[in-house]
């Protein structure tokens, strides 16, 4: 009796040098408009895809040029905003790094690739091939949103899907678990296009089984265990690094657009980050404008401003948030300032180049860390999560506020300031901070000083929103729960399972590859 040997993956042979480097701009064009302004996020699926396709059959070399070149594409396009008051510097340097993440992460897709074609047997075709791409994609994303200097998050799978059916998905895996997900299904995309043999007919069941099966899973169920009226305010305020502002402008014009909630009942008022400017519970004028708008509204305030602490002869500054109830009763100092405009990661290094190029003047001070500093305040009862500004794109912390501090609800406020009208910063940032909700199952309210503010459900709906550069002020009844999502709970334990399982396949398959030679 004979055995058939199952026959390896046969795939169509691979795109000449040109195609590649076509399929990767490709990728990287329908990668731009999968995320917000533009929020077509099903071109997310071939997006990847395409990428996919571009690495297959390359040299190391060309992968990594391949690679970069789609990276400093998508990046370049996507983080343009970058460029409205900092100028093309700021946009050139992030644009490199993550071109430089994008080329390492194209060899080791390459790489996968090789392995992965000499797998054989059924499974290997639409499985195991496309889930080892997945997990490549999923490492070099998790690498580069933490390495150098706490990384650069922008531009994940995952948040490219905060306003779709598939958004919800992240309450159980999270966000590196989504993008995972994502880039699965489209290797499997990417190698029914390219799988010989098989008939067209066959080729739309399967993608679309598989496009259905991911937005048929529902949200984690999140039980509510009460309701908190908030009021947030977006004053409009001229904030950014290169503003110039009369010491007192910037709490002047959140009292007045606050009035707009006059009578109005509340448990809680929210102002956005730098909102009372500079140590305002050191300043007469600033502590009566606020204690007075305390009063108006009869509810304590959470704003964000700049504080000081004296440690022996050296002056530590912090990115606060102030729980402001006749005077500060609590404070919470960011736990990710954003290097290169927060702090100047080695200074002595990149200081003497920055003032060469005239850019020192923009990071005149480094803010200190207080890495004890609980991202939570209680306020009557009630544990709210505190997230300001690019705070709202580290896993750790959203977990550590949900997990770990009880919060029922989250707070993220923030300052836009820097990025110009009709910012597509604002808008991403806003979809980062939808896909948190779901992750985590909280209402959340992002206020911003210039927009785009809005109060968010746990499903991720919107229930209000400001405009960008108009004075406004939103008040909603929103949810409490105490639910712990998988995602919150696990989280870091799936994006770890995810990379070593793809680590350990690839040195697996690489070493029965160099017994078989």
Known sequence: MTTTKPRPLRLRAPLPAWGSVLSALGGAALLVLSFQPFDWWPLVLPGVALSLVALRGRRMSAAFGIGALAGAAFFGVHIQWITVYLGPLPLVGLTGLMALWWGLGGMLLTFAWRLGERMRGPWARLVLLPALLAGVWMLRESLSSTIPWGGFSWGRLAYSQASSPIGDTSSWVGASGLSFLLAFVAGILACLVLARGMLVRRRVVIGAAIAVGLVAIPAFPVTETGTVRIGAVQGDSEAGLLAQYVEGDIIRQHAEATELLAGEQMDLLVWPENAGEQQPQDSPSSTRIIDDVQQLVDAPIVLGAVTYEQ??????????????????????????????????????????????????????????????????????????????????????????????????????????????????????????????????????????????????????????????????????????????????????????????????????????????A
């Open 311 to 516: 440690d022996g002869d050296e002056t530590l500054s912090y990115n606060s948030l102030l729980l402001w109830d006749e005077g500060v009763r609590a404070d919470y100092h960011k736990r990710h300032p954003v290097p290169f405009a927060e702090y100047l990661p080695e200074r002595d290094f990149f200081g003497p180049i920055l003032d060469a190029l005239g850019f020192l003047d923009l990071i005149p001070r480094d803010y200190s860390l207080d890495p004890t500093s609980e991202n939570a305040f209680d306020v009557d009862g009630i544990a709210y999560g505190l997230a300001i500004c690019f705070d709202i794109i580290d896993d750790g912390l959203v977990r550590e506020m949900v997990a770990d501090h009880g919060a029922q609800i989250i707070l993220a406020p923030t300052n836009n300031a820097d990025f110009g009208e009709g910012s597509w910063e604002n808008v991403q940032q806003l979809a980062i901070a939808q896909l948190r909700a779901q992750e985590a199952g909280r209402a959340l309210v992002n206020v911003s000083t210039v927009g785009t503010s809005a109060m968010v459900l746990p499903d991720g709906t919107m229930v209000d929103r400001l405009p960008q550069y108009e004075p406004g002020a939103m008040i909603e009844t929103l949810p409490l729960s105490d639910t712990v999502t998988p995602a919150m709970a696990a989280g870091a334990w799936i994006e770890r399972a995810i990379a070593i399982a793809t680590l350990g396949a690839l040195l697996g398959l690489a070493l029965v590859r160099r017994r078989r």
